[in-house]
T-cell receptor, first 112, second 115 residues
Framework: SQQGEEDPQALSIQEGENATMNCSYKTSINNLQWYRQNSGRGLVHLILIRSNEREKHSGRLRVTLDTSKKSSSLLITASRAADTASYFCATDAREYGNKLVFGAGTILRVKS | EPEVTQTPSHQVTQMGQEVILRCVPISNHLYFYWYRQILGQKVEFLVSFYNNEISEKSEIFDDQFSVERPDGSNFTLKIRSTKLEDSAMYFC?????????????FGPGTRLTVL
């Protein structure tokens, strides 16, 4: 079964606007993590939210987690052109052990 | 700030050849992982390694793959006889803790091209 599916698949916004990306998953989780990947590059860890947390902030990032709906959202406020990248959610699911299961990602384009 | 490093950044090889991808995890981390990402696709788990042994492996990680921690710092992935479909970006990751605080840090990746 698929775990960690993001939507939208692609998002294009103007600089200064907020960007919201969503992630859904299917099994119980230990935590959910968000990563950024610039084209063809490595994965940069953005934020981890534990299964007993509902919201977490880091700079311009806000992550929410709703375990009843098995969903998470990543909000980037006041977006910048440098935020242009792919964003992935990854779940550490109790069923699977410590490995991360990644979604397909959201491609964010911030136009200046 | 400590980071995971990987070498080489790009490896080109002929089908059937052996390749070794190298990683240096963050020094106080205990759990190590390899993932791969075929161009345009999801990041997929290959194998996890803890206490000098494999703790979990995926269906992708067949007999052609092996991992080793030959010393206190390096973590390697070997593909014995590469196939065209092994072409992908390979990421090493490490974490200090398991469970709810399992924050995995990834290296920059090795792009493997099999011709």
């Amino acid at each position: 079964s698929q775990q960690g599916e993001e939507d939208p698949q692609a998002l294009s916004i103007q600089e200064g606007e907020n960007a919201t990306m969503n992630c859904s998953y299917k099994t119980s989780i230990n935590n959910l993590q968000w990563y950024r990947q610039n084209s063809g590059r490595g994965l940069v860890h953005l934020i981890l939210i534990r299964s007993n947390e509902r919201e977490k902030h880091s700079g311009r990032l806000r992550v929410t987690l709703d375990t009843s709906k098995k969903s998470s959202s990543l909000l980037i406020t006041a977006s910048r052109a440098a935020d242009t990248a792919s964003y992935f959610c990854a779940t550490d699911a109790r069923e699977y052990g410590n490995k991360l299961v990644f979604g397909a990602g959201t491609i964010l384009r911030v136009k200046s | 700030e400590p980071e995971v490093t990987q070498t080489p950044s790009h490896q080109v090889t002929q089908m059937g050849q052996e390749v070794i991808l190298r990683c240096v995890p963050i020094s106080n981390h205990l759990y190590f992982y390899w993932y791969r990402q075929i161009l345009g696709q999801k990041v997929e788990f290959l194998v996890s390694f803890y206490n000098n042994e494999i703790s979990e492996k995926s269906e992708i990680f067949d007999d052609q793959f092996s991992v080793e921690r030959p010393d206190g710092s390096n973590f390697t992935l070997k593909i014995r006889s590469t196939k065209l479909e092994d072409s992908a970006m390979y990421f090493c990751a490490s974490t200090r803790l398991a469970g709810v605080n399992n924050e995995q840090f990834f290296g920059p990746g090795t792009r493997l091209t099999v011709l």
